[in-house]
């Protein structure tokens, strides 16, 4: 049995290849993922494939009930053409819109943006949890919450190496965290936003020893003296 055992651990050992080697850890983390901060959420900005409620006031052939930001942070306003809308705040949207439209076609106009369907407060949980998806996830998500959506990492997880992908400035990036650090309050629970990806990593370790266990009594080897 020992020697069994023993050539399990050694295989799991072998196969325990990590990409966090390549990825921020500890503080430098943080400054890819921060955590939340007392401040006031900044306001939400537009994503791809969100739907938008326009509206000039008194110019109901102007106004768009649904309109949806296409897939490259874009959309076709009456008049004015190609607008782009991803990044922008509801605010910064309208006052573009405005200022196009009184340059040639309305003079003072008045135009509010509102947000029907919000595509990008989505985030993708992979990996070691028990019920991998897509979530909805609100202004102030964090990672434990991201990861309470996805039902927790499953048995096998290797906490130690929770990986966040984020798109920043157009460069995808990544940051590894210790999700038992952050269960019991040693380190920050990092603020999750819509586009994330959460990868939860594998335990070789664990799951070998598991598959050990599951297979023992086939194997015969715990056997009554």
Known sequence: MRKVFAAAMLLAVGACASP???LPVGPAAYA???APTSAAP????????DELTITVFREPDLSRERLRVDAAGTLLFPLIGTVRAGGKTSEELAAEITARLDARF???PQVTVAILT???QRVTVEGSVRAPGVYEIGGNATLLEALARAQSPTDTAKLSEVIVFRTVAGQRMGAVFDLRRIRVGLDADPRILGGDTVVVGF??????FRDFLSAAPLLAIFRPF
Do not use: E, M
């Not at 900044?42 to 494939?49: E, K, S």
């Open 203 to 208: 335990s070789q370790v664990k799951g070998v």
């Open 32 to 34: 890819v993922v921060p």
């Open 118 to 120: 919000s595509q990008s």
């Open 106 to 108: 309305v003079r003072n």
């Open 42 to 49: 900044t306001d939400y900005r537009i994503g791809a494939l």
């Open 20 to 22: 966090r080697t390549a």
